[in-house]
């Protein structure tokens, strides 16, 4: 966890890299470069330490002879090359990460005696990883895949892990099924296609045999599954966990991670292009975010149900397929977390986090939940294969700031010289250290929560998780329209890529129907499948009829267009002050303008200056954009108007709902490309228009556009 970085200048105060004078701000990354490096001012030397002379030549018999098996320099450099590369994550693979803190909002004394829980002043480090499930580490960012959300809290009384998703339930229900699950998601075996998504015959044959996932599948071919920003998703520790008070008094709880940013996700077809476009998007927006000072921020909370209320609800508080509707339990803030602090190294820092639900501290613990339970035991097994043995926990990224006396000794890659004789308890010779402590109120020992078990030994799935449709209906009922036509078209995407029709055939009629008659009718249509009959399971009805805690568009956030990318399309001839008014008005609202030119060289305007620009329009498509603007300039906008790389810009923003602002000279323009003025998309450079311009980027997507958008080629 040592790092100098917090010391080390930061990209923001590069600010300015809009300066014509390039020499300097180059000067400028070296010094920042420089400073971050351990290396600075160090000779190099062999890992024995000796000082290298020569690192460009083998030792070889005579220049043109050949190379000697002693040169002990070459042999550790390439040997250790060899062996660079350790077991990827068998899932949750493609990944990245950020340092932090978690803040406690106030004493919550009441519910746990959890330390990091109690006081407002106390600053508790964090590190965050961020991943995808289904794809490799090099896999694209924005596939369509649920999201992992592992957070690992270094608290004084040692670590807690809260390893999470971005959605609140799970596809199976029970661990023994988890291995069967991951098969049939992963690539096919014989191809290894498709790479990151669940597109394939094997995903959708698993998943139509298996009704309990239906409420998952529906969540995963929502657009949850494509998020805008790893800043913009909602966290869920899914399971059902219970906080215990200094008393011993417990209540059940569900973890819920709100972001402030709000929960924003892209569109399908941008998430495809964004696969190619820019491979990185989400891992480059959040260490971009980190790197600028714009430190996303999210709140910690939970849903409490007292141990009185278990069997309050027509569903099992142990089923991981089911969430509690935050209408009847809301969420109860408890802290905030921040990211402030981008990793030093992938490897030492994202490569090698272990994360574990069984980390926990006094005042946490664990239900029958028989997920939860089965993942209690995988995740260390893991990783005694994936970091080469049972000493992970001695890697910086995972050391607790805690200190962890006992009397294990050795194994593999043992970091610790431990001193002392005795590496037993009880002893004497060492006066009985490391020695228990009595389970107390504060700071006692871990100590178990007392559940009377009395039960037949027995393999058997409680008739209380037999429910599968039930939530997956209120889910598709909750959203508004445009989601609920996004979910169709990703049912329509996936099943049409499955090539064995009687998979199809399953899913629509014995999945689809059950849920809801509409969705399945609509996704049979797209299909060429016949219309599916009323499904024939009698799930119970739930008792609300719509959860609009679940819908995005009830999670507009708390930050305006704080940290949104706006595009400007600028060329020779551009208006000067038309442009320094809108970047003004922009950086205002802390969003990030960037001028994006034909090419990369500077633009001259319309008054003779030269004006560098941050990228291309092709280096930085629009996928990469939150929203465009098109400031004033005759010569510019005729040159956009004649430009297909400039005009394919503009309508693809446009097909994917992004506000576009075009000075009043550019009619001609929206003309030429067909595009008629609505909500977001304005004509205008004066104050007022800029307004309406934020406010359309402050609603993440010009909703109301969505059909007119169709008719635009993708
Ligand atoms: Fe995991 N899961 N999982 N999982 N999971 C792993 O552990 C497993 C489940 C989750 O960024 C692995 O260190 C089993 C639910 C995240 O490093 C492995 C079961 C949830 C991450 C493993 C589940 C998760 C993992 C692979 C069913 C949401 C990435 C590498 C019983 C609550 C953590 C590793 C990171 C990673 C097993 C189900 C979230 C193999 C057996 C439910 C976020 O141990």
């Avoid at 002879?65 to 060899?82: A, Q, V, Y």
């Avoid at 009384?157 to 999470?164: S, T």
């Avoid at 657009?223 to 998703?233: E, G, N, T």
Wanted: charged fraction near 25%.
């Amino acid at each position: 966890m040592s790092s100098n970085r917090t010391d080390a200048p930061k990209q923001s105060e590069l600010a300015g890299t809009q300066t014509p004078d390039r020499a300097n701000t180059n000067t400028k990354l070296q010094n920042l470069e420089q400073a971050r490096s351990d290396a600075t001012g160090q000779a190099l030397r062999t890992n024995q330490g000796v000082r290298i002379a020569d690192n460009q030549n083998t030792l070889k018999a005579g220049a043109r002879g050949p190379s000697l098996l002693e040169d002990f320099i070459m042999r550790e450099k390439i040997t250790h090359f060899d062996h660079e590369r350790i077991p990827e994550r068998i899932v949750h693979a493609r990944g990245t990460g950020a340092h932090g803190y978690f803040q406690s909002y106030g004493n919550h004394s009441a519910l746990t005696k959890a330390g990091f829980l109690q006081d407002p002043e106390k600053v508790t480090p964090v590190f965050v990883r961020f991943s995808t499930v289904q794809g490799p580490r090099g896999s694209g960012d924005t596939v369509r895949d649920v999201r992992g959300f592992a957070v690992k809290f270094y608290t004084d009384e040692g670590n807690f892990d809260l390893v999470g998703n971005n959605m609140p339930v799970f596809f199976i229900q029970d661990a023994i099924k988890f291995p069967d699950f991951v098969h049939a998601v992963k690539p096919e075996p014989h191809n290894e296609i498709p790479t990151g998504g669940s597109a394939h015959d094997t995903f959708w044959d698993f998943v139509s045999l298996v009704p309990e996932s239906a409420h998952m599948v529906i969540w995963a071919m929502s657009d949850r599954a494509i998020p805008r920003s790893l800043r913009m998703m909602e966290g869920f520790g899914v399971h059902t966990f219970r906080l215990i008070n200094a008393e011993g008094v417990a209540s059940f709880v569900k973890f819920h991670w709100k972001p402030r940013q709000g929960v924003h996700s892209v569109l399908w077809d941008e998430a495809q292009k964004l696969a190619g476009k820019d491979t990185d998007y989400h891992r480059r927006d959040l260490s971009e975010a980190i790197e600028t000072g714009d430190y996303p921020e999210w709140e910690l909370g939970v849903q409490i149900v007292p141990e009185a209320d278990e069997h309050k609800f027509d569903f099992d508080l142990l089923d991981p397929t089911k969430l509690i509707p935050e209408e009847l339990v809301p969420v109860t803030p408890l802290g905030k977390m921040v990211l402030n602090r981008n990793p030093d190294n992938y490897f030492a820092e994202i490569e090698q986090v272990a994360f574990c639900p069984g980390h926990i501290v006094p005042g946490i613990d664990f239900t029958n939940d028989p997920l939860l339970q089965g993942r209690l035991f995988s995740y260390t097994d893991t990783q005694i294969s994936r970091l080469g043995g049972p000493n992970f926990h001695e890697i910086p990224i995972n050391r607790p700031v805690a200190p962890n006396h006992n009397n294990q000794r050795d194994a593999m890659h043992r970091q610790t010289i431990h001193k002392g004789r005795a590496s037993y308890e009880p002893n004497s010779i060492d006066g009985g250290w490391p020695k228990e402590t009595p389970a107390g109120p504060q700071d006692g020992g871990f100590e178990s929560y007392q559940e009377r078990v009395d039960a037949h030994k027995i393999r058997e799935r409680s008739e209380s998780f037999s429910d599968h449709f039930s939530q997956a209906r209120l889910f598709f009922k909750s959203m508004s329209p445009n989601e609920q036509q996004h979910i169709i078209k990703a049912y329509s995407f996936e099943l049409g890529k499955v090539e064995r029709e009687y998979i199809r055939e399953r899913q629509v009629n014995e999945i689809l129907a059950n849920i809801d008659l509409d969705l399945a009718a609509a996704v049979a249509e797209n299909l060429g499948l016949p219309a599916p009959k009323a499904g024939t399971v009698k799930a119970p009805q739930s008792k609300l009829k719509t959860s609009p805690a679940l819908s995005q568009m009830n999670h507009p956030g708390t930050v305006g267009i704080k940290g949104r990318k706006i595009a400007l399309l600028i060329a020779n001839g551009v208006d000067g002050a038309s442009v320094d008014t809108l970047v003004k008005a922009l950086e205002a609202h802390s969003a990030r303008p960037m001028l994006l030119g034909p090419t990369s060289a500077p633009v001259k305007t319309a008054e003779g200056k030269a004006l560098p620009v941050d990228a291309s329009m092709e280096g930085m498509p629009s996928v990469m954009f939150d929203g465009i603007l098109v400031p004033d300039g005759k010569a510019s906008l005729d040159a956009l108007g004649a430009s297909g790389v400039a005009k394919h810009f503009l309508l693809e923003g446009y097909k994917h709902l992004k506000a576009i602002g075009v000075a009043p000279q550019g009619k001609a323009l929206l003309d030429a490309l067909g595009l008629k003025t609505d909500k977001g998309l304005l004509l205008g450079d004066d104050q007022k228009t800029v307004e309406a311009f934020v406010k359309a980027v402050e609603a993440h997507r010009v909703w109301e556009r969505e059909a007119a958008a169709e008719a635009i080629p993708a």
